[in-house]
């Protein structure tokens, strides 16, 4: 499956999200995926437990974040969410910060297969223009509808 499309079918995107704080943002982002049920409470304040204690580990990139933790922290099954922020978040990453967009991630086993996802991330995340064009939309119906057309 591809991740555009994933995320497509398992209404796991949600844009132009206000929060205070990073660990709110986590939060908020995590419902994506206690939603679909591949994970529990815990994975998500696993996450932020995990921030708190290694720091910002899953920034990837300017403006990009990854959360993510450990499988046995509460993880069910294999999922992916994509929120954006508005405005923008801090989360003690002097070289990428603010954070705008966060792709989350949980796998039920550190053995999964979910390489070609992650490699099809790497690409979005490497691609100017897409991450240009999903900044630009302020609304979940907006980012929808952009993903319909490059899923094509």
């Known amino acids: 499956m591809e991740f555009i ?6 209404k796991a995107i949600e844009a132009g999200i206000s929060v205070k ?16 049920e591949v994970c529990n409470s815990n994975y998500i ?3 932020i437990k995990s921030c708190e204690e290694n720091g910002p580990y899953f920034v990837i990139g300017e403006g990009i974040a990854m959360p993510h933790t450990r499988p046995e922290k509460g993880a069910l099954g294999n999922g992916f969410a994509l929120v954006t922020l508005n405005p923008p978040v801090f989360f ?3 070289d990428n910060d603010p954070i705008d ?3 989350f991630m949980a796998a039920k086993n550190s053995s999964e297969h979910v390489e070609d996802l ?4 790497g690409d979005f995340c490497d691609d100017e223009d897409k991450l240009n064009s999903l900044r630009s939309l302020k609304t979940t119906e907006d980012v929808v509808a952009y993903f319909k057309t490059i899923k094509q």
Do not use: T, V
């Not at 992650?118 to 991330?121: E, K």
């Open 21 to 36: 704080d990073w660990k709110e943002a986590i939060r908020e982002g995590g419902k994506l995926l206690l939603k679909q």
């Open 118 to 121: 992650m490699c099809q991330i």
């Open 5 to 10: 499309e994933y995320l497509l079918d398992n």
């Open 92 to 94: 003690d990453d002097p």
């Open 101 to 103: 967009i966060l792709i």
């Open 45 to 47: 304040e696993s996450i």
